[in-house]
T-cell receptor, first 115, second 111 residues
């Protein structure tokens, strides 16, 4: 069975400082992993995805994540936070059969960016 | 390009009233379609998914149902809403397990 755990429910950083949002996963086979962002009262936007290619994945808005199989982790990072990065972030693992992309979501991490 | 639309964006309904949320996809054919719910302060939970017209799979027992009358149309319904049905509902689609794309979401408040 697949599962995903986001280790921090809330992260607060100052503008211009690095961002680290932590995610650990559990999967019985090679997983597909995603990070989605949700701004207030909006739908979800895909930041990046890992599908067994390069372990360092670059996404939109300067975010990237590194797949570490030995640590079963897929942490999201950004070198310098911007005020517009304040949002809810979800780490997601894909489950189900090969022709459906059923997703299992983490509980989410709220990122606060202070001026 | 592929797009997804869902409506209404917000809805306030009394307990016991019916519900209908509609979702349509454009720019692709035979997508997999999904309904997710996000309760306050929690992550997203998959409610239903469909791999074709008339094919609906339910992930959790609940007061809701889903239907897919056309290839790119997915409807979430209830005959009698409960307070616990309040939440943020998201329709989504993909094709053959590729990246899932989400609609803008529908806020449902049951009062």
């Amino acid at each position: 069975a697949q599962s995903v755990t986001q280790l921090d429910s809330h992260v607060s950083v100052s503008e211009g400082t690095p961002v680290l949002l932590r995610c650990n996963y559990s999967s019985s086979y090679s997983p597909s992993l995603f990070w989605y962002v949700q701004h207030p009262n909006k739908g979800l936007q895909l930041l990046l995805k890992y599908t067994s290619a390069a372990t360092l994945v670059k996404g939109i808005n300067g975010f990237e994540a590194e797949f570490k199989k030995s640590e079963t982790s897929f942490h999201l990072t950004k070198p310098s936070a911007h005020m517009s990065d304040a949002a809810e972030y979800f780490c997601v693992v894909s489950s189900g059969s090969s022709n459906t992309g059923k997703l299992i979501f983490g509980q989410g991490t709220t990122l606060q960016v202070k001026p | 390009s592929q797009t997804i639309h869902q409506w209404p964006a917000t809805l306030v309904q009394p307990v016991g009233s019916p519900l209908s949320l509609e979702c349509t996809v454009e720019g692709t054919s035979n997508p997999n379609l999904y309904w997710y719910r996000q309760a306050a302060g929690r992550g997203l939970q998959l409610l239903f998914y469909s791999v074709g017209i008339g094919q609906i799979s339910s992930e959790v027992p609940q007061n809701l149902s889903a239907s897919r009358p056309q290839d790119r149309q997915f409807i979430l319904s209830s005959k009698k809403l409960l307070l616990s049905d309040s939440g943020f509902y998201l329709c989504a689609f993909d094709r053959e397990g590729d990246t899932i794309y989400f609609g803008e979401g529908s806020w449902l408040t049951v009062v």
